[in-house]
Nanobody, 123 residues
């Protein structure tokens, strides 16, 4: 069993930056696809970013437009999401996910999900 714990969310103003972290407990995620999703109130869960096991392939949601960067530290078993130039429409609960591969992540077919961390961006 893998437990994922996100942190780093909070209140931000438009234009600010935040870095989210997701620590995996119970198993190394070095050989898995990883990703971030978000869900705003009243909206469906949305793919934010994903990467393959090696980190050589990264994909982002269309709305990211170069503002976010996904990365990981295998030694710390931690996944990151650096978010720059935040906008009010980025307000959502952000969750990390671990899956078999990047394709599974993009399809939201993750094996494990975190509980999420709230990000609120004011204008």
């Amino acid at each position: 069993q893998v437990h994922l714990a996100e942190s780093g969310g909070g209140l931000a103003q438009a234009g600010d930056s935040l870095e989210l972290s997701c620590v995996a407990f119970g198993r190394s995620f070095a050989n898995y696809g990883l990703g971030w999703f978000r869900q705003a109130p009243g909206k469906d869960r949305e793919f934010v970013a994903g990467m393959n096991w090696s980190g050589s392939v990264k994909r982002y949601g269309d709305f990211v437009k170069g503002r976010f960067t996904i990365s990981k530290d295998n030694d710390k078993n931690t996944l990151y999401l650096r978010m720059n130039n935040l906008k009010p429409e980025d307000t959502a609960v952000y969750s990390c996910a671990v899956g078999d591969d990047l394709q599974s992540i993009k399809a939201a077919r993750a094996n494990y999900w975190g509980q999420g961390t709230q990000v609120v961006v004011s204008s």
